[in-house]
C-alpha cells in the first residue's frame, strides 16, 4: 500500500508541474496589471520601478520557477490588484469554499445514491417515474439558470431564504464558518442545492443503472436461492457491488463542484475562491489566478489518489489483483 501510494504521488508531481506551467503562461499575457494598479496617472518613472518590484522585467521562465519556488512553500506572491499576500486572501475565502461544496457533495451523495436505489428497485412504480423525470431538470439546466430560478421562487417570491451572501459567520481561529449560526444556515441551503443539483442527477442515474444491470446477475439469483431476504440481496450484495464505479464519479464531481463553484458564487455573491477568482479575471490579477488553478488541480489529484484507496476498502479483486502480481 505504501509503494502505491508512493507511486500516485510521484505520477501526480508532472502533472502539478504541466498545470503550473499552463496557468502561469496562459494568464502571463492577459491584461496589463501595472496599468490596473496604477490608474490612468502615472508617469514612466513610477510604471518601471513598479514592473521592477514586481519582478514582471524578468524573462518568462525565470518568473515560473519564482512561483513554482515560492508556491511550494505555500506562498503565491502578492495580488496585483489588493496589494495583498495572495495565500491570506485565498486563505481567508476557502472556509466559504469547502463549506459549500461540502454542503453540495453531501446533498448529491445522499440524495443521488438514495434515489438511485429506489428509482434501480422500483423501477416501474410513480414515484421512480417523476425522479427520472425531474432528473432531466438537473442535467439539462445550467447552474446559473438553476440559481436565478430557485432565488425568484425561495427568495422574491416566497422570501423564505436569501438571495446572496454568506449570512453570519463565527470566527473559529483562522476558520469562518456559518454552520453555528440560523442565517448562516438558512444562506447556505439555495447556493448548494443549485451546486449539487448536476452531480444529484448524475448519480442518480449511474446508481440505478448499476443497480438494475447488478440485479440481473447470477451471484444475484443464488443469493435469493440460498433464502436471504430482499434487505440482505438488495443493500449487502447488490450496493456494495454498485459502488465502485459510483466512487469514480462521485471522487471526480467533488473535485467538480468545488472547481466549477465560480457560477454559483457569482450568482449569489458567495464570497469564496471562485468569486475572488471573477474578480481577479476582470483585473489580470495573475498571482490569484495561477494560484487558484494550481490550488484546483491539487484537489484533482488528491481526490483521485483517495478514490484509489477507496477501491481496496470496496473491491476485494484489486487486492486480490496486486497480491498474484507481487507474487510472480
Known amino acids: 500500500m505504501f509503494a502505491f501510494i508512493v507511486s500516485r504521488v510521484l505520477q501526480a508531481v508532472p502533472v502539478m508541474l504541466a498545470v503550473a506551467l499552463i496557468s502561469f503562461a496562459m494568464f502571463a499575457y492577459v491584461g496589463d496589471p501595472v496599468a490596473i494598479m496604477l490608474g490612468q496617472d502615472f508617469t514612466e518613472a513610477q510604471r518601471a520601478a513598479l514592473v521592477s518590484d514586481l519582478g514582471l522585467d524578468q524573462p518568462f521562465f525565470v518568473q515560473f520557477l519564482r512561483f513554482i519556488g515560492n508556491a ?3 506562498e503565491f506572491g502578492l495580488s496585483y490588484r489588493l496589494s495583498r ?18 454542503c453540495a457533495a453531501i446533498i448529491a451523495l445522499v440524495a443521488g445514491v438514495a434515489m438511485g436505489v429506489y428509482t434501480g ?48 459567520v463565527v470566527q473559529l481561529g483562522w476558520w469562518s464558518t456559518g454552520f453555528l449560526t440560523w442565517s448562516g444556515i438558512k444562506a447556505l441551503i439555495l447556493p448548494s442545492v443549485t451546486l449539487g443539483l448536476f452531480q444529484l442527477t448524475l448519480i442518480m442515474r449511474l446508481v440505478r443503472a448499476e443497480m438494475l444491470e447488478v440485479l440481473r446477475t447470477d451471484y444475484i439469483k443464488f443469493a435469493r436461492a440460498r433464502g436471504l431476504g430482499n434487505r440482505a440481496v438488495h443493500f449487502g450484495h447488490a450496493l456494495r457491488n454498485t459502488l465502485v464505479p459510483v466512487i469514480t464519479i462521485a471522487g471526480l464531481q467533488l473535485g467538480g463542484i468545488i472547481a466549477f463553484a465560480i457560477v454559483t458564487e457569482t450568482v449569489f455573491q458567495w464570497p469564496g475562491m471562485g468569486l475572488l477568482f471573477i474578480q481577479s479575471v476582470s483585473a489580470a490579477d495573475i498571482p490569484v489566478m495561477a494560484a487558484y488553478l494550481v490550488l484546483i488541480a491539487l484537489v484533482f489529484v ?27
Do not use: C, H, K, M
Open 85 to 102: 499576500p495572495v495565500a491570506e486572501l485565498i486563505g481567508e475565502r476557502a472556509p466559504a469554499t469547502l463549506e459549500l461544496a461540502f
Open 121 to 168: 428497485l422500483y423501477r416501474n412504480s410513480w414515484l421512480s417515474r417523476l425522479l427520472l423525470t425531474v432528473s432531466l431538470i438537473g442535467v439539462s439546466l445550467p447552474p446559473f439558470l438553476v440559481g436565478i430560478l430557485l432565488i425568484l421562487v425561495f427568495s422574491v417570491w416566497l422570501g423564505w431564504l436569501p438571495s446572496f451572501g454568506r449570512g453570519e
Open 302 to 328: 488528491t481526490i483521485n489518489l483517495v478514490v484509489d484507496l477507496l477501491y481496496y476498502a470496496v473491491d476485494p479483486r484489486l487486492r486480490i489483483g496486486r497480491a498474484v502480481a507481487r507474487g510472480r
Open 72 to 74: 511550494a512553500q505555500g
